[in-house]
């Protein structure tokens, strides 16, 4: 049973959401400090689906909801590991998994309707994309059910629909925050990243920011 606490401006549906009962969602159509991983901040102006949701820790949380907020958009996303959702390598998606007081606060943004962004964040929304309008209700809905969907999956399968949906999860040169450099050569039972290097040594990212080499 879903409890659905809904704003118009907010700080961040992550503070909101910490605190409240599992199967609570904070929903706003604004954040004025919005959060993102390692410390960022997440753009979060009008337009965009900026949501919370409390969950039952799993394991493979932030993969499955990559999964859930790449079907629920629906059209061509890749999925830039852990869980960055792209279209046409500019990222339309991110997702955000917290951990307070033994629940999963999982925070995902989806830009919809915005027509710009700062040119640093290498950024794109649905609109600018498919050059329609996306409804921010629909598109809730379209989420919560991927997200149920894809969290109830067994482990296994999250992983191999990963690998499928992901162009990032073997075979791809990257650039890991900047240092280490290789090709990606799967992911590991515990969904952690391979990157083989040069030399034939494999390295195991257990977090961290995964850039295509030469972007
Ligand atoms: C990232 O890619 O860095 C993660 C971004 C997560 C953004 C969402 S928007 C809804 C929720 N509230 C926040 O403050 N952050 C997450």
Not at 114 to 135: D, H, I, K, N, W
Not at 136 to 151: C, G, I, P, R, S
Not at 182 to 195: Q, R
Request: proline fraction near 4%; charge should be negative; aromatic fraction near 4%.
């Amino acid at each position: 049973m879903r409890s659905i606490h809904r704003y118009r401006t907010i700080d961040s549906t992550m503070t909101a959401a910490a605190g409240l009962p599992l199967g609570s969602v904070v929903v706003a159509d604004e954040q004025t400090a919005g959060q993102g991983r390692h410390g960022h901040s997440w753009h979060s102006e009008p337009g965009g689906l900026y949501c919370s949701m409390v969950l039952e820790p799993r394991p493979l949380l932030t993969l499955a909801l990559g999964l859930a907020t790449a079907e629920a958009i629906g059209i061509g996303c890749d999925l830039r590991w852990p869980n960055d959702v792209m279209i046409g390598g500019k990222k339309v998606a991110g997702i955000l998994v917290q951990l307070v007081d033994g629940k999963a606060i999982a925070g995902i943004g989806i830009n919809l309707n915005q027509t710009s962004f700062p040119e640093a964040l290498e950024a794109t929304s649905l609109r600018l994309c498919t050059g329609r309008e996306v409804s921010a209700k629909t598109m809730l809905e379209n989420l919560l059910d991927a997200v149920d969907t894809f969290t109830a999956l067994a482990p296994e399968d999250i992983l191999r629909l990963f690998t499928q949906g992901s162009s990032y999860a073997a075979g791809r040169r990257v650039v890991v925050d900047g240092k280490i450099e290789g090709t990606t050569a799967g992911l590991t039972p515990d969904g952690y990243l391979v990157v083989r290097r040069d030399d034939g040594t494999d390295t195991l990212i257990v977090a961290g920011g995964v850039r295509a080499a030469g972007s």
